[in-house]
């Protein structure tokens, strides 16, 4: 029976579980090391993204368990409970998150530095400051919405337990937040004065939510919804 082996996979777990088959033993027998980790774009994109060693314990070989490659870092063993290095789920997906979105903007040519401006349980921010952030943005928010979307699929990949993640530039998203609202308001006040239903199409979910959100507690309309897919559209009709 061997006394070490490489494992691969798209994930920590994956490459270990890799190394344990070709040995044959628990984890609780063998230590691991990290040879390769990719980076976050890699994973997204589906390629291997770690390679680890895995070494039973007691095994004369110790050039298997020490760092004797700058590449190379431990790694807690499957079975571990203890936190790593202290860091909660979604501050290791506010950090999976920053990584990745880096890469995009880097390969992009955009000269960005991305920041966590807030995480938590529900929710996790990332800013990217810099002076080319009309570039990320596009036209109408299109290119931000995209690269938000490829963002929180790669990062909620990292964790059991996912938050919404939201990408922003230049403060564009509470501009545009006070936009929708300001323009459902006064919408509000159209569909009072004229008596009738006023129908908002072309809206992305995430407007349609802030429009509803908006007028929520308005006494004068009420808000719903109707359509499928692209077709659906916001209704605010006044209230009798």
């Known amino acids: ?18 190394a344990l088959q070709q040995l044959g033993v628990p984890a609780d027998q063998v230590e691991f090391v990290v040879l390769e980790r990719s980076g976050a774009l890699a994973g997204l994109l589906g390629r291997t993204q770690f390679r680890v060693r895995a070494t039973r314990i007691g095994a004369t070989d110790a050039g298997a368990v020490r760092r004797d490659d700058h590449r190379e870092e431990p790694t807690r063993d499957m079975g571990a409970t203890e936190d790593r290095s202290g860091s909660t789920l979604h501050e290791e997906l506010a950090e999976a998150g920053r990584e990745l979105l880096q890469q995009m903007v880097d390969l992009m040519g955009i000269d960005g530095q991305v920041v966590i401006a807030s995480a938590d349980e529900e929710e996790v921010v990332l800013n990217v400051e810099g002076d080319d952030g009309g570039l990320l943005i596009g036209r109408h928010g299109a290119t931000l919405d995209a690269v938000q979307l490829i963002v929180a699929i790669g990062a909620n ?3 059991p337990h996912g938050a919404r993640v939201i990408v922003d530039a230049e403060g564009y998203r509470d501009r545009h937040r006070q936009m929708v609202e300001e323009r459902a308001l006064k919408l509000a006040e159209e569909a009072v004065a004229s008596g009738n239903e006023v129908v908002v199409p072309d809206l992305k979910p995430y407007e349609r939510r802030l429009m509803h959100l908006a007028l929520k507690d308005n006494p004068t309309v009420e ?3 109707e359509g499928e ?3 659906r559209v916001l209704v605010i ?3 009798d």
């Open 1 to 18: 029976m061997p006394d070490r082996a490489e494992g691969a996979g798209k994930t920590l777990e994956a490459a270990q579980q890799d």
């Open 157 to 159: 990949r990292k964790v």
């Open 223 to 225: 808000t719903y919804s």
């Open 229 to 231: 897919g692209d077709d």
């Open 237 to 239: 009709s006044p209230k």
